[in-house]
């Protein structure tokens, strides 16, 4: 071979292997422009709790500066977000239960209400579909807010509506703990509903908030699925068949998802993620004893456990595969994105730890041929159409007695 044929041969090896980096920058320049021209609406971001953390003082908590955490004015611009359900997280321990549940309830809106009215050039609160398309016609990330966990309503639907005027549109019906009518993921009370649960999204659809399925058990999935007249939603979760972690959807119930019209938000928690879920927690099942998910001493032994075997991380392209296995079963108008950023990073799937993160994800989705059409409804149009269902379905049934 002569040098001028070596030189050739070389030059066509640089090239084929340079391709995939040039295609991999191009694609998230393109995921960029895509999501400036249709935003993401995120389904949970826990913003409001980090701050009640670090002293819940939100005049001195500059979203434009340094702050702890994953989630700044900057980054949110950055990662194309237009829209953001706060979370207003509450805890289900019986601790909180004793300072009054409705108490630190309201003291959580009151600090995602304050985020919004501190940077009104930036958050824009919005109560309906409509006043969503508007704030981001705007340029402007509309704010909705999201209970997480029913025992914010002490068993009131009085508390219920109170909460719905404050600006609250979704409820996840349990945290991480039963409620007194309605079972936590690994966990089984009441077998599901009780009828007084099923009163609870009965109300929730007369009022046009969206029913949030995250966190609960299979059981109230299916329950609350018999009862909604309108879409609910999964506010950060993902796929039980690909992950086996139970605040994963089980196939079953994603199939269910094309009748309903609801959503499954996936997140970027690295262990709702991870393909190597299954194993690790067979190994920490193994060592930890008989105590069971929800009992005492089970979160100071996983807390050990995972600090001595962290849980295997996650890749962007896992993500992704959640999102296209939701896609295959619920149809790709039954998907959207719902982070859960909760100020840990080191909790979250590595490159998408934080709020300027989600064009990473996208460009990955691009590199599999994923159109802009369905892209958009991936970012804002699924979530958009629930909400909108959501608000006709009240409409019709305004005149029902609460």
């Excluded at 030059?11 to 292997?17: A, E, F, P, W």
């Excluded at 962290?310 to 959640?322: C, K, M, Q, R």
């Excluded at 149809?331 to 998408?352: C, K, Q």
């Excluded at 019709?396 to 609460?402: D, N, T, Y």
Aim: proline share 5%; net charge negative.
């Amino acid at each position: 071979m002569n040098i001028a044929t070596w030189l050739q041969l070389a030059s066509c090896t640089l090239v084929l292997s340079a391709a995939p980096l040039l295609r991999a920058d191009d694609a998230l320049e393109r995921a960029r422009a895509l999501l400036e021209a249709h935003p993401i609406i995120d389904g949970h971001n826990d913003l409001p709790w980090v701050i009640r953390e670090h002293g819940g003082d939100v005049a001195g908590w500059d979203l434009f500066g340094d702050v702890p955490g994953d989630t700044d004015i900057p980054r949110l611009r950055a990662g194309g977000v237009g829209g953001q359900f706060w979370s207003v997280f509450i805890p289900g321990t019986a601790a909180m239960g004793e300072e009054g549940y409705a108490k630190t309830q309201l003291e959580q809106l009151a600090i995602a209400r304050g985020i919004v009215a501190k940077y009104p050039e930036v958050f824009a609160y919005t109560g309906t579909a409509d006043e969503v398309e508007a704030a981001m016609a705007e340029g402007r990330i509309a704010s909705l807010y999201g209970i997480e966990g029913g025992q914010a309503i002490e068993n009131s639907l009085g508390a219920l509506r109170a909460y719905y005027d404050l600006g609250v549109r979704y409820m996840t019906l349990t945290h991480s703990q039963s409620v007194d009518w309605a079972d936590a993921a690994g966990q089984d009370e009441h077998g599901g509903l009780t009828d007084f649960g099923r009163e609870v999204v009965r109300e929730m659809n007369r009022l046009g908030m969206l029913v949030d399925l995250s966190h609960v058990s299979p059981a109230v999935m299916n329950a609350a699925l018999d009862v909604s007249e309108a879409p609910v939603i999964f506010s950060h979760s993902n796929a039980y068949a690909l992950t086996p972690h139970r605040r994963n959807v089980p196939d079953a119930v994603l199939e269910r998802l094309r009748l309903n019209g609801g959503v499954v938000m996936v997140s970027f928690v690295n262990s709702f993620n991870t393909p190597g879920f299954a194993e690790w927690e067979a190994r920490f099942k193994a060592v930890r004893g008989a105590v069971e998910w929800g009992e005492p001493g089970y979160d100071e032994a996983l807390e050990a456990y995972t600090e001595a075997h962290p849980v295997p991380d996650a890749t962007i392209a896992d993500v992704a595969e959640h999102i296209e296995h939701i896609a295959t079963l619920a149809g790709r108008s039954h998907v959207g994105i719902g982070a859960d950023l909760f100020g840990e990073p080191e909790w979250m799937v590595p490159g998408l730890a934080a709020a300027d993160d989600y064009p990473k994800l996208f460009a990955e989705l691009l590199r599999r041929g994923w159109t802009e059409e369905q892209l958009a409804a991936l970012a804002n149009g699924n979530i958009l159409r629930a909400l909108r269902t959501a608000e006709e379905v009240a409409s019709r049934l305004a005149s029902a007695v609460p």
